[in-house]
C-alpha cells in the first residue's frame, strides 16, 4: 500500500472509531453516510437502537453484477450480485436487479453495540475500496495499461488485434 492508501485506510479507521465509541453511550439513533460525489461506492446507514436500515446511494456501474469485488482486511466483503442488503460479515450494492436499486433493507440485532460495529465494519470496506479505487485511478497498473493499449489497437485493426501481438513480440 501507498503511504497515501495508508493514510485514507487510517482516516476511514478513525471514522469507523468514532462510530463505535458513540455506540457506549446507548445514543438511541445515528446517521452515517460513506462515500463522496466522485467515489464508486456511497451508502448511507441508521442506526435506531439495534436495528439498521442501509440504503445504496450510488454504485459505479462497472461493479454491477461482479459477484465478491472487495475483501476489507478485518474480512467484511463487499458484493455485487442481486439487490442491496447487509448481513453477517457482507455488503452487498446494487445487483443485476435494477428495479430494486434503492431498496432499503433492514437489519435487526440483540444490541446497539452490535448494530453499530456492523455499520462501522461495512463504513470501514466501503471507505477503503472507495481509496483503493481513487488510487489505482490516479495510478494505473501495468496490466491496466496494457488492456487499454490492447482494446486501443484492437480497434485499430477492426478487432483483430494482430497489431498489438506484433508490438509484443517485438518487446519481447
Not at 436500515?53 to 463487499?78: P, Q
Not at 448494530?115 to 471507505?127: K, P
Not at 485511478?137 to 501481438?165: C, H, M, W
Request: charged share 25%; glycine share 6%; aromatic share 6%.
Amino acid at each position: 500500500m501507498t503511504p497515501e492508501q495508508l493514510g485514507n485506510l487510517a482516516a476511514s479507521l478513525r471514522a469507523a472509531l468514532v462510530i463505535v465509541e458513540g455506540a457506549k453511550d446507548r445514543t438511541p439513533s445515528s446517521v452515517s453516510e460513506v462515500g463522496g460525489e466522485d467515489d464508486p461506492i456511497r451508502v448511507r446507514f441508521e442506526r435506531i437502537g439495534s436495528k439498521i436500515t442501509y440504503t445504496c446511494l450510488h454504485m459505479d456501474e462497472s461493479l454491477r453484477g461482479k459477484g465478491r469485488f472487495f475483501t476489507n482486511t478485518d474480512g467484511f466483503i463487499l458484493y455485487s450480485s442481486n439487490s442491496p442488503t447487509i448481513f453477517g460479515d457482507s455488503l452487498f450494492v446494487r445487483g443485476a436487479n435494477r428495479k430494486s436499486d434503492l431498496r432499503m433493507d433492514e437489519v435487526k440485532h440483540d444490541t446497539p453495540l452490535q448494530a453499530t460495529v456492523l455499520i462501522a465494519r461495512a463504513s470501514a470496506a466501503v471507505a477503503a475500496f472507495n481509496a483503493q479505487w481513487r488510487a489505482e485511478k490516479a495510478n494505473p497498473t501495468l496490466e491496466q495499461d496494457i488492456d487499454k493499449v490492447r482494446r486501443s489497437l484492437a480497434y485499430l485493426s477492426n478487432g483483430s488485434g494482430d497489431a498489438f501481438e506484433r508490438i509484443v513480440a517485438r518487446v519481447k
